[in-house]
């Protein structure tokens, strides 16, 4: 495993934290539920940049380069966070629209809790958060950026979290399994299931192409469970292969996110998971996370 690049680490000044703050402690705070609103969202933005236009603006231009290449993530340190995470969604919304599945505590929120206690377990073992994979695999098409500040972190030192870019992984496919699997993986479309609140229904999309990478197993296996669809003996084994060497790549990054840190991540050409932890639903590790629909 590799550690997260300084070159990818964003360091943001005292000042701007707080003018930053400040400017979301001035406003009223807003149940979750009303963060769906897209003009809400603006309304915020425009108001907690208008304490520092010029270092907001350079802020998010940092960001942007970081996200332009490998390993096409940002972290971001030393920003200071509201309890209302007005700062988060101002942060967040000059990326594009805030998105989320309909709401409904605690599993879907627009500005989104992940704790232990409500990972999904894995039919594989553990839970299906500590495997690689894309989020929102099960929408079409997939939401193009992921935020996620950590707010406590687990006190063992579980949930480090973990992150493959496409690059790696192409690179990874070709040198282990061969030129001919990375274009079957390109050319071979697989069903992946898509969300009842999307309308249901399969999309038929390939694991990888030359700009992107999207993968969830599971998602895949209730398509085919679904449907009664078929894969050729042939790409089964393309995706166990898949799946064994982006498990096993030295080259996924692997750190622990601290208080106050906030991840950006390409949803297009990075796939992420978090390490096991020890104490289960028992830890209070905190993490909140956003989808962000950039229009790109």
């Known amino acids: 495993m590799m550690p997260f690049p300084a070159q990818s680490t964003i360091k943001v000044n005292d000042t701007l934290a707080r003018d930053l703050l400040r400017a979301a402690e001035s406003l009223p705070d807003y149940d979750n539920q009303e963060f769906y609103s897209t003009s809400l969202q603006a309304s915020v933005l425009e108001q907690v940049r208008a304490a520092a236009p010029d270092e907001f603006d350079s802020l998010i231009n940092q960001i942007k380069d970081r996200l332009a290449g490998p390993p096409y993530c940002a972290l971001v340190q ?8 007005k700062v988060f969604v101002a942060v967040n919304r000059a990326f594009g629209e805030l998105v989320a599945r309909p709401y409904e505590k605690p599993r879907a929120q627009l500005v989104h809790y992940i704790q232990p206690s409500t990972d999904i377990m894995s039919a594989r073992g553990g839970h299906e958060s500590e495997r690689l994979h894309t989020d929102t ?3 079409e098409p997939p939401v193009e950026l992921i935020s996620m500040v950590c707010v406590r972190a687990d ?8 992150i493959l870019d496409l690059d790696s992984i192409r690179s990874e496919v070709n040198e282990r399994l061969g030129s001919a699997t990375l274009q079957q993986l390109e050319t071979e ?4 299931q898509l969300a009842n609140y999307c309308g249901g229904g399969v999309q038929w999309r390939p694991v990888l192409t030359e700009s992107s990478v999207c993968w969830r197993r ?4 209730l398509a085919l469970d679904s449907t009664g669809a078929k894969l050729s003996n042939e790409m ?3 995706l166990e292969s898949f799946e064994d060497v982006i498990s096993t790549t030295p080259r996924t990054l692997d750190f622990l996110m601290r208080e106050g840190e906030l991840l950006f991540s390409d949803n297009r050409r990075t796939i992420h998971a978090r390490t096991p932890i020890a104490a289960g639903p028992a ?8 989808w962000i629909r950039t229009g790109n």
């Open 78 to 85: 030393g920003l200071a966070f509201d309890s209302g995470n």
């Open 137 to 139: 695999a099960d929408w």
């Open 155 to 162: 006190p063992d030192g579980g949930g480090r979290s973990r």
């Open 189 to 192: 479309t697989v069903p992946w």
């Open 218 to 221: 599971y998602t895949i296996d």
């Open 236 to 238: 089964l084994q393309s």
């Open 283 to 290: 830890s209070d590790r905190l993490m909140i996370r956003s």
